[in-house]
């Protein structure tokens, strides 16, 4: 038989598997394995494939057929996950290694140079480096390693949970099922990585949906987001996925003293990491940086919206630490929003969930960074009027955080008879109860007698700082409400498969995959379960504050309300 370093030698003609003995079959597996994993490595990490498409296909196909003929051979990490295994049944809450942290970030220079000027005042005079990154916008996931081998993936969730996506995750390329051995191995390794969709395969994506018929995602994240967490892991494998990989949540059994050592070694493991990571040890070579990415960011087969400021020393970073959300030696620097020119269709209202009417524009759809845009937020009644915005009126838009479409001024053309200026209604667009005013806003007083405002509280309760219920998204919850099958949250948890199936687009595995993220809902943690309830000045910091004070709900509903004035007002409580 020929070589069996498929490394050196993926061409092989391969033996009749009828034919192979037990040990034969064991030695060419793990070979198949090894020769795999090293040409992902050369693809993905070093970007230097030394074997075709079809020859790499031929192994895989080779250690599949070697794997369904000898059961007892397959393997949790082994290269032909990547391919995709069966559907699960619902997707496992799991708790990440170290809490998964936002970054504070900002638009304006100066914010910036204040950050810039916090880190040179606390670090005792020593020269600051910073490691300079782009900001992805992207899916941020958690990956775990024990000695070397994949253990699980999950999603950032609330920072603090997310959702076990390891099949999903498996099977993608330039994530290793097993790090490569450059020296010592950690015991122990969990990374953060960002998935993103790349914008050619986002945009397909995109226009398959809306030939079947679907709606097209808002924007790539969304899709990345939305694709990751499916049950069926065959529909992931193929996607246009990446991933880089940019942090460490917890090492043990390695040690590094600081982000650019770490960065430097992760390609050693086989981590994939991005080209355009840089230090600073200068404000102005941020500043250029921040320029020079902003400038190239449309050239990026992938999105940013930013680039990240990282303080390079973690003896200093320990120093620093870190707030309840945020580390205090990081920074996210924001680019300016995008912006086009498209004309104003129409102005429609929409009802929120605490009642606020809110006027929308609906727009001639136009293309902004990558997304089709067709609707945007004109906020209240004065905006309109303040902007002076009318039907038929060409419009500048903008993309605030490169995320909310914002319609940003009308464009003056003369001679040109415009539209009707627009007013609120006096009847709620909803129920048609009459409005009320309250400063700047219009509002339906009806609460929840008023449909809108049902979706809009039930959205609240199922998001993802709030219970985390994903299956509940905008269609499905107007779905329910429409048909009289949830009024409220306490309908939530009547629901059965049976009812969830008898709505459109639901069949009987995505309906218990729904029934199963609510039943899981049932006992959330007190500050989510606070804030999910959508009590007026009740936001995450004042309900992580008031769990924290009073322990359960029991004892809550037993303060009064001296005592709830007694909490600080800094944490946005404000008792009435």
């Given at each position: 038989m020929a070589s069996m370093d498929f490394k050196k030698n993926p061409k092989t003609e391969f033996k009749d598997v009828k034919k192979m003995s037990r040990e034969e079959s064991r030695n060419e597996v793990a070979a198949l394995r090894e020769g795999i994993e090293y040409h992902n490595y050369l693809y993905y990490v070093k970007n230097k494939p030394k074997i075709s498409d079809a020859a790499y296909d031929k192994l895989l196909r080779r250690l599949q057929e070697l794997e369904e003929t000898f059961p007892d051979l397959q393997s949790s990490v082994s290269p032909t996950r990547r391919i995709g295994v069966e559907p699960v049944s619902g997707l496992k809450k799991v708790n990440h290694s170290a809490p998964m942290l936002s970054l504070n970030a900002a638009l304006e220079e100066k914010e910036v140079k204040d950050f810039d000027d916090f880190i040179c005042r606390?670090?005792?005079?020593?020269?600051?480096?910073?490691?300079?990154?782009?900001?992805?916008?992207?899916?941020?996931v958690e990956i775990v390693y024990e000695d070397g081998i994949f253990k699980y993936g999950a999603t950032r969730g609330d920072g603090r949970t997310g959702e076990d996506i390891s099949e999903n995750l498996k099977t993608m390329g330039p994530v290793p099922l097993r790090l490569r051995k450059s020296g010592s191995l950690p015991s122990l390794l969990s990374v953060?990585?960002?998935?993103?969709?790349?914008?050619?395969?986002?945009?397909?994506?995109?226009?398959?949906?809306?030939?079947?018929?679907?709606?097209?995602?808002?924007?790539?994240?969304?899709a990345a987001a939305g694709m990751m967490r499916q049950l069926d892991p065959k529909k992931v494998a193929g996607k246009p996925f990446g991933i880089f990989f940019y942090d460490i949540l917890k090492?043990?059994?390695?040690?590094?003293?600081?982000?650019?050592?770490?960065?430097?070694q992760f390609p050693e493991w086989g981590l994939k990491t991005n080209t355009h990571i840089t230090k600073a040890t200068t404000f102005d070579r941020v500043r250029k940086y921040h320029q020079k990415l902003s400038e190239e960011r449309?050239?990026?087969?992938?999105?940013?919206?930013?680039?990240?400021?990282?303080?390079?020393?973690?003896?200093?970073?320990e120093n620093l630490g870190v707030r309840q959300r945020s580390p205090r030696w990081a920074?996210?620097?924001?680019?300016?929003?995008?912006?086009?020119?498209t004309t104003l269709r129409d102005i429609v209202v929409q009802v929120g969930r605490t009642g606020i009417l809110t006027p929308v524009a609906l727009l001639a759809p136009v293309d902004v960074g990558g997304v089709t845009v067709s609707r945007a937020t004109l906020h209240n009644e004065q905006e309109v009027t303040n902007k002076d915005v009318r039907p038929g009126d060409k419009v500048r838009i903008e993309r605030a955080g490169d995320v909310i479409p914002e319609v940003v001024e009308r464009l003056k053309a003369r001679g040109k008879k415009r539209g009707k200026r627009f007013a609120m209604p006096r009847k709620c667009p909803s129920c048609g109860s009459e409005t009320i005013k309250e400063g700047a806003y219009t509002i339906c007083p009806a609460g929840l007698s008023c449909p809108a405002q049902q979706v809009g509280h039930i959205l609240h309760y199922a998001s993802r700082d709030a219970l985390n219920i994903a299956g509940l998204g905008d269609k499905t919850v107007k779905r329910l409400v429409e048909k009289g099958m949830v009024r409220n949250i306490a309908d939530l948890y009547e629901l059965s498969t049976g009812d969830i199936t008898r709505l459109e687009g639901f069949a009987k595995k995505s309906a218990?995959?729904?029934?199963?993220?609510?039943?899981?809902?049932?006992?959330?943690?007190?500050?989510?379960?606070?804030?999910?309830?959508g009590i007026r000045h009740v936001g995450q910091r004042a309900a992580r504050?008031?769990?924290?004070?009073?322990?359960?709900?029991?004892?809550?509903?037993?303060?009064?309300?001296?005592?709830?004035?007694g909490i600080p007002q800094s944490c946005g409580l404000m008792v009435e």
């Open positions: 606390n670090i005792n005079g020593e020269n600051v480096t910073y490691v300079l990154e782009p900001k992805f916008d992207g899916f941020s953060r990585g960002e998935v993103f969709m790349k914008k050619k395969g986002f945009q397909k994506l995109n226009k398959e949906r809306i030939e079947q018929g679907k709606e097209p995602f808002a924007n790539s994240r969304n090492i043990e059994g390695y040690e590094l003293s600081s982000h650019w050592k770490t960065l430097q449309d050239q990026l087969d992938y999105d940013i919206d930013g680039i990240v400021i990282k303080l390079d020393n973690f003896k200093h970073r920074f996210a620097w924001k680019f300016r929003p995008k912006e086009e020119i218990i995959r729904l029934y199963d993220e609510i039943r899981a809902a049932r006992s959330p943690r007190l500050d989510r379960f606070l804030y999910a309830l504050v008031l769990a924290r004070r009073y322990r359960s709900l029991n004892a809550l509903s037993k303060a009064n309300k001296k005592e709830l004035g």
